[in-house]
């Protein structure tokens, strides 16, 4: 079946620094790929998405690019912060209409 | 546009309790799913619908969950009886055809004594 795996947290970093966020996933076929963002007492939102191989996904200064060969979809801020701490998720869905999220990495962004 | 919007906002009941929260779906979204949320099992897809039909309840804890959707602007999730286990956030998105992104509601704060 479909998975994905990202990097556990919690992650915490200094206003300013560079952030990763690790994601792989294992799916049959072209899988979309999210990046969804739970700030505290809200549902989740997309930040950004990409659908086929080689595809960058951005907003609000996030990326992440889908490399299919590594099966990977790794979210990246150059300058994270404060604003920015939240919890994100690693998603894909497949044409079974079905989405498959990672469990959550918690992010904590100190002034 | 408004986004999905999901009843109550919070409930707090006593164990052995019915409770029903509700869902309407943005318009023309085809695709609706019910989540649940806590810290120790994180996001749960509990069960999802397109086109109105169930296709997949694998992720229903058991029997005393069910869901329905009499069309294709209202869904329901119930538990009863309620048990304290049982507490968590429940979540409703939807999302217009496979492979796009789904959109949350704010969810549903369920505590039960």
């Known amino acids: 079946g479909n998975s994905v795996t990202q990097m556990e947290g919690p992650v915490t970093l200094s206003e300013e620094a560079f952030l990763t966020i690790n994601c792989t996933y294992t799916a049959t076929g072209y899988p979309s790929l999210f990046w969804y963002v739970q700030y505290p007492g809200e549902g989740l939102q997309l930040l950004l998405k990409?659908?086929?191989?080689?595809d960058k996904g951005s907003n609000k200064g996030f990326e992440a690019t889908y490399r299919k060969e590594t099966t990977s979809f790794h979210l990246e801020k150059g300058s994270v912060q404060v604003s920015d701490s939240a919890v994100y998720f690693c998603?894909?869905?497949?044409?079974?209409?079905?989405?498959?999220f990672g469990d959550g990495t918690t992010l904590t962004v100190k002034p | 546009d408004a986004g999905v919007i999901q009843s109550p906002r919070h409930e707090v009941t006593e164990m052995g309790q019915e409770v029903t929260l509700r869902c309407k779906p943005i318009s023309g979204h085809n695709s609706l799913f019910w989540y649940r949320q806590t810290m120790m099992r994180g996001l749960e897809l509990l069960i999802y619908f397109n086109n109105n039909v169930p296709i997949d309840d694998s992720g229903m804890p058991e029997d005393r969950f069910s869901a329905k959707m009499p069309n294709a602007s209202f869904s329901t999730l119930k538990i009863q009886p309620s048990e304290p286990r049982d507490s968590a956030v429940y979540f409703c998105?939807?999302?217009?055809?496979?492979?796009?992104?789904?959109?949350f509601g704010d969810g549903t704060r369920l505590s039960i004594l």
């Open positions: 998105a939807s999302t217009p055809s496979p492979k796009e992104p789904q959109h």
């Open positions: 998603a894909l869905e497949t044409n079974a209409g079905k989405s498959t």
């Open positions: 990409a659908t086929k191989a080689d």
